[in-house]
């Protein structure tokens, strides 16, 4: 690795990109714990006093823990039957497996409230069915914010645990059975220890999504306080300071949280290596289950694909005429028509595009410098730097949402802060500090792929820095950067959770606006943004699958941080 | 331990979509005791054939007996074969002692006790010192004997090799042939290793089973497979040498090289006899072939090519007239690149064969 040749050259790059991480990141996360000291610990007394800000907490973490649960039972034994067993439905289901991360975080809770919901076509179809008078069940509370993480953070499980089953060495399994170790054996002896790196990263990411998850608890709630929606009620009633006190304890046990799986992960640290190739799937031997697979899998396709069927459905519904009845029952494509005639409702989708090309593009110039000078110089502060790019990750979107409030809310040159808030320009602020970790790790991935010598081959030849640049170092970082732009812009266009605390009228993304029209009961046009939006981050994804040809799997595994 | 005789009869293995057989009616009885070598070129089934040894990979047909008890469709965890695989499989998560004793567990071994045989096993191997480290600290030798010694720990009736000697550099493989074949000796145990590598089987093996293309050519002791091949296919595979056509005369055949005749006693292979092939052609092997003057009556002309130092002798590349290329050893530097020289047999009897179709052509 060719470091410390031109020092003056990677800190010309560096200290901008310290600059604007530190300015960025670190400084609102310093505004929120000095506001919550503004008062002394008045603020932090008024916290432990409170039984609402305790059970907030406690609710936050529960959440979290069973989220957790809920996710690794339903990923984990899919991960195994579709990477291990072959049976018939399987690429079908395969194919499908991944479908509910592609939903936005508000458009999965909505398709959630359109099927399961009091009102909802599952519900009522039950309660039709069963001539009940009242709904079967209500959405509401602890279980229906774990369902709906079920639902959706499952993916993480499933993805790492069948990347890891991948990778993991078939002869190792062999090795086992051959010293006379049975199935139970291999699997707690051998395989499962062999996955816990992967297990515990998917855990660990879905431990964070849920406790800085949003929307669910905000739809689903009820009554139920968990810590990121007090924030946002804290704030609306003017107790900013409690509501900085609040994002620092939220902040702060995701960091505690990150801590811990770190401690983990480090305790048990080894490579594995894919030499011996991985293990083949076997079929389903019992006659019974063979002749019970396609319609399980069947059912299994079909409920992981209905909230997006169903979102689609009531996209041609017409407002208020969806009443008591189990479907809606007129269809009409006046949604579509009203999205496409009128200014204001126009307006959220050209909102939601440019702030989203603003921030990824933002996210790609500073991530590959970034990641350039993680993974391919060696300077003093090169640590630190990796810390700046990560911290985005281990803080909740409300918790980052409120330090952009608390720092960029006035002109004031002495202590570095902008007016921001009020304006157009916080959201994609918001969107590309979210961002960063994203497309940083993706392109951290791709050097790290390069062999470091390339660099020196090249300058070796007589390259300039910047031939050196363009002609060696950009191109090993395509992938990374294509992977990474999409996940960020895939997560802007949908972003919810930062954008409901610091959007305004003019700048309100499409989350927001399908909100408030949720709020207006217009069902049918809250559904049409919803399909515009899946549409949308498909639309994007298919790009830069089109523009890099296959996107590389570990990179796409590298950063997927689509908190709820 | 008490070494159990393997026996493969038939066996046939195709995969699903696969043009031809990957094994093709092999037949292959391996004594108690016995270190048996499957030798082949890659894509010659040697390790399916192991893999059905071990119960690894079906058999689409044949059986495999321990024994005499059939124990084709016996699952891998209950056949009690030891196996080393090529990158040894170590368990990363356990340590070099915990993976020796890891078919002791399988087998209820308490783990105080398993973990003393290890111990003695890792000991007997030459690594009882490294029992606590973690296996990715090893080196390839390392690895390979404690690979090695995780497979012996638990007393295989069989012991299955997969490449052993594959993984090491160059240096560290000679001397760890001489080792596995006397650690594998002192345990007593029935072996069956595959390499790609004859050099590999000769050190190691009492007895070599030579495959092509799923199909076993030749089964039998490394001298007989180099100075009696069953076939051409043998006689190219194993040992270097130059084939040419030859004139059968029974106990003896001529053969004629750019119009030059040498007569030479031949051995044929088992059970060929006289004139039963279209033709026959004779291995010339290096050692069997003396340099002289160019001008000396009755030797082949030729010309040297390449001249290479092999240590106790000079390998020399020798074109002859009529476009035939031999090597030639010689303990002595004799003449230079580029330089005429005559060709003679030097030893008899050469190995003849059943003409080849190469050499109708």
Redesign the interface.
């Known amino acids: 690795m060719s470091g410390g040749r031109r020092p003056m050259a990677t800190w010309a790059f560096a200290l901008p990109i310290f600059g604007l991480l530190l300015w960025s990141v670190v400084y609102p996360n310093i505004a929120v714990v000095a506001g919550s000291l503004e008062q002394g610990l008045a603020h932090w007394r008024a916290f432990a006093a409170s039984p609402s800000d305790r059970e907030a907490l406690v609710t936050s973490l529960e959440v979290s823990v069973l989220s957790v649960i809920a996710s690794t039972a339903v990923g984990l034994p899919l991960a195994f039957l579709l990477s291990r067993v072959e049976f018939t439905g399987r690429r079908v289901l395969s194919a499908v497996a991944t479908l509910p991360a592609a939903l936005p975080p508000l458009v999965g809770v909505v398709a959630f409230l359109f099927l399961y919901g009091e009102s909802g076509v599952i519900t009522r179809g039950v309660q039709a069915a069963l001539g009940l008078a009242e709904a079967p069940w209500r959405l509401t509370g602890v279980w229906a914010i774990v369902f709906v993480h079920g639902y959706t953070m499952y993916v993480y499980v499933y993805l790492f645990v069948a990347a890891g089953l991948e990778r993991l060495d078939g002869s190792l399994g062999e090795a086992a059975a051959g010293l006379g170790a049975g199935r139970w054996m291999r699997l707690r002896r051998v395989t499962l220890p062999l996955l816990t790196p992967a297990l515990a990263g998917a855990m660990l990411l879905v431990f964070m999504s849920s406790l800085g998850s949003f929307s669910a608890p905000y739809v689903f709630g009820g009554g139920l306080r968990v810590l990121s929606t007090q924030i946002v009620a804290s704030k609306l009633n003017g107790n900013i300071g409690v509501a900085y006190v609040e994002t620092t304890v939220l902040a702060l046990s995701a960091v505690a949280a990150l801590a811990l799986f770190r401690w983990l992960e480090r305790r048990r640290r080894y490579t594995i290596s894919g030499k011996g190739g991985a293990a083949v799937r076997s079929p389903v031997r019992s006659p019974v289950l063979r002749a019970l697979a396609p319609a399980a899998a069947a059912a299994l396709v079909l409920a992981l694909v209905l909230p997006h069927l169903m979102v689609l459905l009531v996209s041609f519904a017409r407002d208020g005429a969806w009443t008591t009845q189990v479907l809606p029952p007129e269809y009409t494509l006046d949604s579509y028509r009203r999205l496409a005639t009128q200014r204001e409702l126009w307006r959220p989708i050209v909102n939601s595009l440019s702030m989203a090309a603003i921030a990824t593009a933002a996210n790609v110039v500073v991530c590959f410098v970034a990641a350039w000078l993680i993974v391919l110089r060696r300077f003093r502060g090169r640590a630190v730097l990796e810390l700046l790019v990560a911290l985005p990750w281990a803080i909740p979107a409300t918790a980052i949402a409120i330090g952009l409030a608390a720092t960029f809310n006035r002109n004031d040159i002495a202590t570095g802060r902008i007016l921001l808030v009020g304006t157009f320009w916080i959201l994609p602020l918001a969107y590309f500090v979210r961002g960063v970790p994203v497309v940083a790790s993706a392109v951290e991935s791709s050097l790290r792929q390069m062999d470091p010598s390339l660099e020196d081959a090249a300058r070796g030849l007589g390259a300039s820095w910047w031939l050196t640049m363009r002609r060696v170092i950009l191109p090993a970082a395509r992938p990374g950067l294509a992977a990474g732009a999409m996940l960020a812009a895939v997560s802007a266009v949908g972003e919810f959770v930062a954008s409901v605390v610091l959007y305004t009228h003019a700048n309100r993304p499409i989350s927001v606006e399908i909100l408030a029209q949720l709020r207006d009961l217009s069902f049918g046009t809250a559904a049409a943004y919803s399909v515009l939006m899946i549409a949308l981050v498909l639309g994007i994804t298919l790009a830069a699958r089109l523009g890099e040809g296959r996107l590389d799997r570990e990179v796409t595994e590298g950063g997927t941080v689509l908190a709820s | 331990m008490s070494a159990g005789a393997l026996s493969l009869a038939a066996v046939s293995r195709r995969y699903p979509g696969a043009a031809r057989a990957a094994v093709d009616g092999v037949t292959l009885d391996v004594a108690a005791g016995e270190l048996v070598a499957l030798v082949g070129a890659s894509g010659s089934g040697k390790t399916t054939t192991l893999r059905i040894a ?1 119960g ?1 990979e079906p058999a689409d047909a044949g059986t495999v007996t321990l024994d005499g008890r059939d124990i084709t469709g016996l ?9 080393v ?3 040894y ?5 356990l340590s070099v002692a915990e993976n020796v004793a ?2 002791l ?3 209820g071994v308490g783990k105080s006790a398993r973990l003393a045989r290890a111990r003695l096993a890792l000991d007997g191997v030459g690594l009882g010192e490294k029992a606590a480290r ?1 296996v ?1 600290a090893l080196s390839g030798g390392e690895q390979q004997r404690v690979a090695l010694a ?2 012996l720990v ?1 007393e295989p009736r069989v012991l299955l090799l997969d490449e052993p000697l594959s993984n090491l550099d160059p240096t560290l493989r000679e001397s760890m042939r001489d080792e596995l074949r006397q650690m594998l000796r002192r345990s007593r145990v029935t072996a069956l290793f595959v390499t790609h590598d004859q050099e590999d089987a000769f050190a190691v093996a009492d007895r070599i089973a030579l495959l092509r293309e799923g199909r076993l050519l030749q089964v039998g002791t490394p001298e007989a497979l180099y100075h009696a091949p069953a076939s051409r296919a043998v006689a190219d595979f194993i040992g270097r040498g130059a084939i040419v056509p030859a004139g059968d005369e029974g106990t003896h055949a001529r053969v004629t090289v750019g119009g030059v005749d040498q007569r030479v006693a031949i051995t044929r292979p088992p059970g060929e006899r006289a004139g039963a092939a279209a033709g026959i052609e004779v291995v010339l092997r290096p050692e069997a072939l003396a340099l002289t003057a160019a001008d000396v009556a009755g030797a082949w002309r030729g010309e040297v090519r390449a001249l290479r130092f092999a240590g106790a002798s000079f390998a020399y590349t020798v074109a002859l007239a009529g476009g035939v290329v031999v090597e030639v050893a010689s303990s002595t530097r004799l003449a230079r690149e580029g330089e005429p020289v005559g060709v003679r047999i030097a030893r008899e009897p050469l190995a003849a064969v059943p003409a080849g179709p190469e050499a109708a052509a």
């Not at chain 2, 699952?75 to 196996?83: D, K, Q, S």
């Open positions: 071990a690894y699952p891998p965890e209950h056949r009690g074969f030891g196996m695989f090529q990158h499989a170590l368990f990363p998560h890891f078919g567990e399988a087998r973690p990715q995780r497979a638990i």
